[in-house]
């Protein structure tokens, strides 16, 4: 999949049948100059996908890139500057701040997570919990931001969960369908399963035929009796109720991954201005 195809989707959104405030305003062949200008702390992101929206937006466009995508910024800072018709840049605006705040945003929070981690084995992933139309972007910025993707969708991995589970009769019955499905299917995609209990983990580790063991909602204290448990035979991550200040007791329990759903469906977006340059 690729984030382009939404562009026109996103300007059709946004512009209708006309910005008829700045086609009355701004002469057409009207020359100028915008910058972007970071006005609070955090990582930018979505400097590559700015590029493409002025240029599928008027291919004359001419975009000078100062802060690439990953990079700290405080405020005052100048990430880019784009000269060229200024209706091309007025039309443009909103749309690139949107994506940028919004994708700056995600970076920022997992820039964050990723750095308290640091020192450990472990890994902040994200989870499918992202703007319907988004997605892409958002997952992009979590790994700009140092974090590591989980599952693109439901097409890319698969992931037996509490529901498929129960509905399924149970652990090994949904393990065994999962692989007579992907045989007939000709289709070679991990398989991770999610337990909630002790005695789920058990029935995972007797039957197998799993790559990831994902632990619901356990304590700190019985994540690392579990991790003891697997002693290597599988990849661990830890999801349900882990928050920054608990993300380091959990990582220390020595689980290769931790989902955090907040890296995407809570963040803050990152503040900054498309500023005509006079």
Known sequence: MDYKQFISLWFAEDIGDGDHTTLSSIPAEAIGTSRLIIKEEGVIAGVEVAKEIFHSFDPELKMEVYIQDGTEVKPGDVAFEVTGK????????????????????????????????????????????????????????????????????????????????????????????????LKAKGKDLKIEIEVRNFDELNQVLEHGGVNRIMLDNFTPENTK????????????ESSGGITFDTLRTYAECGVDFISVGALTHSIKSLDMSFKAVK
């Open 225 to 236: 009796k579990a991790v003891e448990m697997i002693a290597g035979r599988f990849e661990t």
């Open 86 to 181: 200024i209706q091309s840049l007025l039309q443009t605006e909103r749309l690139m701040l949107n994506i940028m705040q919004r994708m700056s945003g995600v970076a920022t929070t997992t820039r964050r997570y990723a750095k308290a981690l640091e020192g450990t084995k472990t890994h902040v992933l994200d989870t499918r919990k992202t703007t319907p139309g988004l997605r892409l972007l958002e997952k992009e910025a979590v790994k700009i931001g140092g974090g590591m993707n989980h599952r693109i969708g439901l097409f890319d991995m698969i992931l037996l969960k509490d529901n498929h589970v129960d509905f399924a009769g149970g652990i090994a019955k949904a393990i065994d369908r999962a692989h007579d499905y």
